[in-house]
């Protein structure tokens, strides 16, 4: 594996499971000090310690933790390079936006847009302080989602307008800080063979069918190939890229009619 992250540090928010720990581990496999942000302290502990990594207990809805997580990161790593933005839930009972109560939108704005706003507001003046003094640039990947571009008739309100909306702001920023040596993309992945997703496709297998049909692929990803992604949009690999809607969804946006 070529390290590309050699000498430098990653902050991944939900990255005790699922996408993030994938990324973790890639990110880590590639030369990174990788700083794990999660709730869930057992989980997080164990994949801090599975990379080589630091752990640092996190409800990403709270200001001052964030803000925390990325002057622990700079304190411990001398440097903040990648910030992977990456928690968030999809919980059963965001649904239509018939059925789908307040308190239910909510909790997944909360989860999914504002931790993504807090810790885009923390992570950017430690970029923009290292590359005044240094010329060091960084970059931020958000994720987003593909339903962020498309419309789905098994809706999941809350969910879809929490992600489109960070993919607006990613694109903002990374309009707004493109000369300040910080990128900012918004990262959209298909379905991805996570727990969560699992868990809500046990309670509904015909939810599950049903978007299975649509994707050209025939599958769902798997996490190791959004962690590629991320990889590759926080590296310099990617130095050119920014403000954009990167896609990894098997072909879903592109479909009409798919393969039999």
Not at 108 to 135: D, F, R, W
Not at 165 to 185: D, K, T
Request: net charge negative; glycine share 8%.
């Amino acid at each position: 594996m070529v390290e590309r992250y050699a000498g430098k540090a990653a902050v991944v928010t939900g990255g005790a499971s699922g996408i993030g720990l994938a990324t973790a581990r890639r990110l880590a496999s590639e030369g990174a000090n990788v700083v794990i942000a999660d709730l869930d302290e057992s989980a997080g502990t164990k994949a801090a310690k599975e990379v080589g990594g630091l752990f640092v207990q996190t409800d990403v809805t709270n200001r001052e933790q964030v803000e925390a997580l990325f002057q622990t990161t700079v304190d411990r790593f001398g440097s903040l390079d990648l910030a992977f933005n990456n928690a968030g839930i999809s919980p059963p009972d965001d649904d239509s936006i018939l059925d789908t109560g307040i308190e239910a939108w909510r909790k997944v704005q909360e989860v999914n847009l504002t931790s993504v706003y807090l810790c885009c507001k923390a992570a950017i003046p430690h970029m923009q302080k290292q590359y005044a003094e240094s010329g060091r640039k960084s970059s931020i990947v958000n994720t987003a989602s593909f339903v962020a571009l498309m419309g789905a008739a098994t809706s999941q309100i809350s969910y879809t307008a929490s992600k489109g909306a960070v993919l607006a702001m990613s694109r903002e920023l990374g309009v707004q800080f493109a000369r300040e040596g910080i990128r900012v993309n918004a990262l959209c992945p298909g379905p991805v063979n996570t727990p969560l997703l699992q868990e809500l496709f046990a309670k509904d297998p015909e939810r599950a069918a049903r978007r299975l049909v649509h994707i050209p692929a025939g599958r769902f990803a798997e996490p190791e190939e959004i962690a590629a992604a991320v990889a590759f949009l926080g590296s310099d690999d990617a130095s050119f890229i920014t403000a954009s809607t990167f896609v990894v969804d098997g072909g879903i946006s592109g479909a009409y009619v798919t393969p039999l």
